[in-house]
């Protein structure tokens, strides 16, 4: 998150609008024409609840406050304007305050298929629907508390936890693999690999061992954890996470299951 963005996040007006261009207006509406041809039988339940809740326009971004009345009704949260990347100890802060960072800016044609930073269509597509639901919105801002307090290497730990649920987590449900992590949603390729690739592994999620799990944010996950319903992150969340965090630290990593980013 400290390292120089090339995008530069749109600033509201005095009234909270934005005034997008038509072009980034016809880059939500691709995005989303895509990524709703993927999703069905792959998202979770309580994810397509959600974007029903939502029901954003699928012809120009959506402006925060649209998102947010849904929000502040479903779960008590909020989207946040913020610039392209921020600080650790903002971003903890912010979900610590039940608001969930927006970076008010979208991916150029030339990126339009991956994109290393978060864009508002990662954020608002990819994670707002499940803010609607309690048990990942519960989730989220008990992490956000633990993270506001937690020691810089303390945070690098809690990431790990982050990645294998809010971004990257699987669920095992009866009717099969499902996805609930919105690095996975916004993508189409990853949602087509998560769901159906016999490449990546897929384990149960035991806290400890995906605190100690090392990932890369530019490949393709090896590794997905599953759980067996959202309602599971109550429980992830009411453990003594810091506990796990210092017992992680002194067990160490695991071997990665990929290249060093050199050698890749």
Request: with cysteine.
């Amino acid at each position: 998150m400290g390292k120089q963005s090339q995008y530069v996040s749109r600033q509201p007006d005095e009234h909270g609008i934005i005034d997008w261009s038509d072009e980034e207006n016809a880059v939500w509406r691709d995005l989303v024409a895509r990524q709703l041809k993927h999703i069905p039988g792959k998202a979770c339940d309580e994810y397509m609840a959600g974007l029903e809740l939502l029901d954003m326009p699928l012809d120009r971004i959506p402006q925060l406050h649209e998102i947010n009345a849904v929000l502040e009704a479903t779960t008590g949260w909020q989207v946040a304007q913020v610039p392209a990347l921020i600080p650790f100890d903002k971003f903890f802060e912010l979900l610590a305050n039940k608001q969930f960072p927006v970076a008010t800016f979208i991916r150029t044609r030339e990126e339009f298929d991956y994109l290393q930073e978060p864009d508002i269509f990662h954020e608002i597509f990819g994670h707002c629907p499940l803010l609607t639901n309690p048990a990942f919105a519960h989730f989220t801002h008990q992490y956000g508390k633990l993270g506001l307090n937690a020691t810089p290497k303390e945070r690098v730990y809690l990431a790990r936890l982050y990645w294998f649920t809010v971004e990257f987590g699987l669920l095992q449900t009866k009717d099969g693999l499902r996805i609930y992590g919105g690095g996975i949603l916004s993508s189409p390729g990853e949602t087509e690999y998560a769901i159906h690739s016999d490449k990546p592994e897929r384990k149960p999620l035991v806290p400890l061992d995906a605190l100690r799990t090392p990932y890369r944010i530019d490949i393709m996950q090896p590794i997905y954890y599953t759980i067996e319903s959202t309602d599971k992150l109550f429980e992830i969340a009411d453990l003594d996470i810091m506990a796990l965090v210092h017992e992680a630290m002194e067990l160490g990593l695991f071997e990665p299951k990929f290249p060093p980013k050199n050698a890749a």
